[in-house]
């Protein structure tokens, strides 16, 4: 099954790793924030994010990996999942993509979803996602 929806991006919080290891300094600096959206559509409901990214604010080149802790529905199903994903960027556009639901993550009518999806900006600064996925 597919579906699609939009998001917003409600809150955008820079996080510090404490304890942690001794930091690394490379050409990108790496940084983490957590994250709340909201989702309308066929996809509908919330989500809380850790995000974390390797990036440079001079060339916009950078790469960034999120994971996703979802409550709301996809289309009539309700229910709770995680899904991670990941894209690159040379200073425009996304390259290098990935977008899985984690196995074993659902709950209520969403139990035993699997699958992926993807997350597109339009030109217009519209936010969308959709999943292809099998639940049982």
Same mark, same amino acid.
Request: charged share 15%; aromatic share 10%.
């Given at each position: 099954?597919?579906?699609?929806?939009?998001?917003?991006?409600? #809150?955008?919080?820079? !996080?510090?790793?404490?304890?942690?290891?001794?930091?690394?300094? %490379? @050409? =990108?600096?790496?940084? /983490? &924030?957590?994250?709340?959206?909201?989702?309308?559509?066929?996809? #509908?409901?919330?989500? !809380?994010?850790?995000?974390?990214?390797?990036?440079?604010?001079? %060339? @916009? =080149?950078?790469?960034? /990996? &999120?994971?996703?802790?979802?409550?709301?529905?996809?289309?009539?199903?309700?229910?709770?999942?995680?899904?991670?994903?990941?894209?690159?960027?040379?200073?425009? @556009?996304?390259?290098?993509?990935?977008?899985?639901?984690?196995?074993?993550?659902?709950?209520?009518?969403?139990?035993?979803?699997?699958?992926?999806?993807?997350?597109?900006?339009?030109?217009?600064?519209?936010?969308?996602?959709?999943?292809?996925?099998?639940?049982?």
């Amino acid at each position: 099954m597919r579906t699609e929806g939009t998001f917003t991006v409600e #809150s955008f919080t820079p !996080a510090e790793l404490s304890p942690g290891p001794e930091p690394v300094t %490379t @050409g =990108a600096p790496v940084g /983490v &924030a957590v994250m709340a959206k909201s989702y309308t559509g066929g996809v #509908s409901g919330r989500s !809380a994010t850790i995000f974390t990214a390797a990036y440079d604010q001079v %060339t @916009g =080149a950078g790469t960034y /990996v &999120a994971m996703e802790s979802f409550d709301g529905a996809l289309d009539a199903a309700a229910g709770t999942f995680n899904f991670v994903h990941s894209a690159t960027t040379e200073g425009g @556009g996304r390259a290098h993509e990935h977008f899985a639901i984690v196995p074993g993550s659902g709950t209520g009518e969403l139990q035993g979803i699997r699958g992926s999806g993807g997350l597109a900006v339009e030109d217009d600064g519209t936010h969308r996602v959709w999943f292809d996925y099998q639940l049982g």
